[in-house]
Every structure is written in C-alpha cells, then in structure tokens.
C-alpha cells in the first residue's frame, strides 16, 4: 500500500464522517422496534405473556453477542469492511420478514438476524474509528459514534411510533427498514475503507504488554478489563428491560402510540446527543469515576421511574438515564483501548461486547419473569437495583483512576 499512514480524526476526517454516517443506519435499524413492538406482539399475534414478548428482545441480544466475540476475533483476519458489508447484507432480510411474519416465530427469527447484523456492522464502525484516530481522541471518537448510533434510535423510535399512530401499527412502520439498510449497504460497499493498516501503524510505537488470554483477561483476571465488562453487561440489561418493559409501562398509564413513540425516544436520544460532550470528557477526566456515577445515575433514575406516572417525571427521569447512559457508554470502550495492545484491542473489545450484548437477552428474560410474576413496576425496580450494585462493583473493583490521554 503506497499511502502515508497518518493517525489522527483530522487526518482521517472523510473516512470518519462516512463511519458515523454508516453507523447512524445501524442505530436506525434498532429504532424501528424500540417504541412500537410490544403492541405489535400484542394486536398482531395475540401475545400477552411478558416473557413471550421480550423474546424477541433475548434472541437479539444473544445472536448481536455472539457475532460481536467473532466480529473482533476475524476483524484482523479478515478485514473491518469486509465484516460490516456482511453485516449489512444479512439486515436486508429483516424488514421484510416483520412485514410479511405469519407467526410471532418468524419475528424472533428476524431478531436473530438484526442481533448479528448488528454485531458485525456495529463492532466494525467502532475498531475502524477507533484504528482512525489514534490514542488522543479516542473517547470523543467513541463519543460521536455513539451519538449517531443512538440518535438514530430515538429519531425511528420517534418515526414508528407516529407513523404506528397515524397508518397503524403494520406494515408502515418496518418499510423505513428496507431503505436504511439498502443506504447502508451501499455506503459500505462504495466508499467505506479498510483500516487494518492503520494497527499496523499504531503497533509499532505501542508501549502497552499484551493480554496472555484475552478471554479470561477480559472477562475476570484484569481488574480494569473485568470491571468494565461487567458494567457493560448490566447497562445492557437495564437498556433490555426499558427497550421491552417502558413501552409497556406507558400503554399500562394510557398513553397513545404516538406519545409512547416520543417518550421511548426520549432516553436514547438523550443519551445519543450527550455523548458528544462525554466522549471528550472520557479523554479528559478519570475514567473510573466516569464509570461509577454514571451507572449510579442510571439505577436510581430507573428505581424512579418504576413508582412514577406524571408525564414530567417520566420525561425527566428518561433524560437523567440517558445521561447516565452517556457517561458511560464511550468510556467503556475507550477505557478497553487504553489498556490493550493495538493487536489485541479488537479481540478485547470483541469479548466486552459478547458480555455486555448478552445484557439484552438477560435483561428480558429476568425483566420478563419479574414482571410476570410481580408486576412491570417491581421488574424495572429490581433493575434499577442491580445497576446501583454494578456501581459498587466498579469501585470496588478498579484499582484506580484509568490515566487520561490529555
């Protein structure tokens, strides 16, 4: 390859607005579920049970972890841009299958689906933004990658929902699907390039030991690594349980599609668009105490909401979670690049990813049980307590203050 290889986001700004372009369509694809699935379990198929709803939650959940592990063991291999076109060649399906879906088994399978398309296409945007950048911006990169994913939620989330209100809940709301995914595949194909080199480049000024297992380091053994893993995991739990119980919450208070379209958007947009201002701050301001009042914030703004139905209440304790949110979603991975050797940084972020994915199909089924059994506002309340414990963990855990790159 003749080209001089530069890190850097100046340096590299073309390939990483295309990124958070291409990663906003990834976001989009989840947005057409978030605000409008459970009604469409419910007067589609007939289908009441909590758990039996959520299980398109868990089979999600379960295949996007699994097709993250592989994403970042085959991203050296094979290449990043070769995973995300995979990617977006296996989400085509997935509108069409909700459209045309004769039983609820069909929906769950289309989930399966969207979860490895979502594990390849999102993992990749992430190690190709972070190759990009170098070790300087890492956490702002992350930031506006995650702030386009996650705005791109809350906008379909929005867009379903009043097209759900407007035209009604099938088949309106899933035909946005088949043109993000068309636009993505497109992008990817065209103009997206691969950034192997640049960790390459990255590999022979690093100072940083290698992991001896990268697993079992990341999972347990590391204190950093294992810490944020587990913070992972419980933040995607909670995201199950209000992705698969808010909605559900809202209608149980008598709230429309449309209003329940807007307030399900409220928490992902907010958490989306604060994390160009955490991001930064992630390159900025220890780590560790990033991490812990941010999945603090998180579980009382959930203990919260399971006792509250006044509208601002809701709308209040959905902005505070999406900050909480944001606060630790881009320094999680940061957090991981900082600690491993460029070689090894996809693999490493490949085993979080597993871990913290594997928060949606666990969030759903324990949210799914509790609320079958004790009710949806005892449900969100037992997850608001558990991501105050993942808090504990954290500090408890992690020996201290991750160094800034500043």
């Given amino acids: 390859m ?12 073309r390939q990483f607005v295309l990124l958070v372009l291409v990663n ?39 295949s996007k972890a699994v097709a993250n592990y592989y994403t970042g063991r085959l991203a050296n291999r094979l290449g990043r841009k ?12 997935v509108p069409f299958l909700l459209i045309f879906a004769p039983t609820w088994g069909f929906v769950v399978f289309s989930n399966v689906l969207l979860g490895i398309s979502q594990g390849l296409t999102w993992s990749s945007t992430v190690l190709m933004k972070i190759d990009l950048v170098g070790e300087k911006d890492r956490g702002f990169a992350m930031g506006i990658n995650e702030f386009a994913g996650y705005l791109a939620v809350g906008i379909v989330a929005f867009l379903t929902g009043f097209m759900a209100d407007r035209f009604g809940i099938w088949p309106y709301p899933f035909i946005l699907g088949i043109f993000i995914s068309l636009l993505g595949l497109g992008l990817s194909v065209v103009w997206v390039q691969d950034t192997r ?19 079992r380091e990341t999972t347990l053994k590391n204190k950093t690594l294992s810490a944020v893993t587990q913070a992972g995991l419980v933040n995607n739990l909670n995201d ?22 807007l307030l399900t958007a409220i928490y992902p947009t907010v958490w989306g668009v ?9 390159d900025c301001f220890p780590k560790k105490s990033m991490l ?45 690049a900082s600690v491993t050797h460029p070689e090894q940084r996809a693999e490493s972020i490949g085993v979080f990813r597993l871990w913290r994915d594997l928060g949606y199909g666990i969030g ?15 449900a969100i309340a037992l997850i608001g307590v558990i991501t105050i414990l993942s808090a504990g963990i954290i500090q408890v855990r992690m020996p201290k203050p991750i160094p800034t790159t500043s």
Avoid: C
């Fill in 240 to 261: 199950g349980m209000m992705w698969g119980l808010f909605p559900i919450l809202l209608f149980s208070l008598d709230f429309d599609s449309e209003n329940t379209g």
């Fill in 292 to 336: 812990v009042w941010g999945m603090l914030m998180q579980g009382v703004a959930i203990l919260l909401l399971s006792v509250s139905s006044i509208t601002t209440s809701l709308v209040l304790l959905s902005i505070a979670l999406g900050v909480g949110t944001a606060l630790v979603y881009p320094t999680f991975l940061s957090t991981i």
């Fill in 364 to 378: 759903a089924i324990v949210s799914g049980i509790a609320a079958d059994f004790f009710g949806v506002h005892y």
């Fill in 82 to 93: 070769n995973l995300l076109v995979i990617g977006w060649f296996i989400a085509i399906p």
């Fill in 2 to 13: 003749n080209k001089i290889i530069k890190l850097g986001l100046k340096e590299n700004w």
């Fill in 197 to 215: 080199f640049f960790v390459k480049k990255e590999s022979q000024t690093s100072s940083i030991s290698s992991l001896k297992q990268v697993f």
């Fill in 24 to 62: 906003a369509l990834v976001g989009g694809m989840i947005g057409l579920e978030r605000s409008i699935f459970p009604e469409f379990a419910s007067s589609q198929f007939g289908i009441s049970s909590h758990v039996a709803i959520l299980s398109f939650i868990t089979a999600f959940g379960i």
């Fill in 274 to 282: 604060s994390q160009l201002f955490t991001g930064k701050m992630a």
